[in-house]
């Protein structure tokens, strides 16, 4: 069975870059990340397409919707017309014109709700997705500054250009970026960046506390 927008999407934002490498063991973390990316990338293009797509769906369902409208309110002023001009059988037409109208409307109404809720649910989509790619990019930066410092750091004259050794050293440079990127110990750049987020949390918590606190205010100043 095809894999659904949502469910893709969902697998994307919480799958494991980790996981996918450990299960490609012949391949390089390098080129494993590069690919995911790619892969975050098609499926932001497929949203943004279905995304326009609902937006043109949305755009129709509004102008149909309006012009429907337009033409009830017509009608009423012509069955008034005809029936100061005695012309009861005309106005019983508009009338049977106005329920063909009325029967639509509700239909046209709950497509342009659902459109607008698939609206935001695409947009929610797009967005998860670029900050994914953003963290991807992060990881691939901080693997190849890891994998450069891996080499630096290794004694002169080793074989470096031995394929198991340079596998191995990607692996786990890869592995203390992932660790690094998952809250895990990692020394003090790991720690440091986990109290900013502490504290910027605290911050916006305080934020919507203060929030709640003046609305409140505010409703009993109007009461």
């Known amino acids: 069975?095809?894999?659904?927008l949502a469910s893709r999407v969902g697998r994307i934002v919480s799958g494991s870059v980790h996981a996918l490498v450990s299960a490609m063991e012949n391949a390089s973390p390098d080129l494993i990340l590069e690919q995911a990316i790619r892969e975050v990338e098609a499926a932001a293009d497929d949203v943004r397409a279905e995304l326009g797509r609902e937006i043109a769906k949305k755009h129709l369902a509004s102008t149909r919707l309006a012009e429907e409208g337009r033409r009830h309110e017509d009608l009423i002023e012509k069955i008034e017309i005809a029936l100061r001009e005695g012309r009861e059988d005309l106005a019983e037409a508009a009338a049977a014109r106005q329920l063909d109208i009325e029967a639509q409307i509700p239909v046209l109404e709950r497509t342009l709700a659902e459109c607008g809720d698939r609206e935001k649910e695409l947009e929610g989509f797009v967005a998860a997705l670029q900050a994914r790619r953003r963290e991807m990019e992060e990881?691939?930066?901080?693997f190849r500054e890891c994998c450069a410092s891996e080499t630096a750091s290794s004694e002169e004259g080793a074989a470096v250009g031995e394929p198991s050794r340079r596998a191995e050293r990607a692996s786990s440079a890869f592995d203390r970026v992932l660790e690094h990127k998952?809250?895990?110990?990692?020394?003090k750049a790991a720690l440091s960046n986990a109290a900013r987020l502490a504290e910027l949390e605290s911050l916006a918590r305080r934020n919507r506390i203060r929030e709640r606190i003046e609305e409140a205010k505010a409703r009993i100043d109007q009461g």
């Open 139 to 142: 990881e691939l930066q901080s």
């Open 182 to 187: 998952a809250g895990m110990p990692g020394g």
């Open 1 to 4: 069975m095809a894999e659904t």
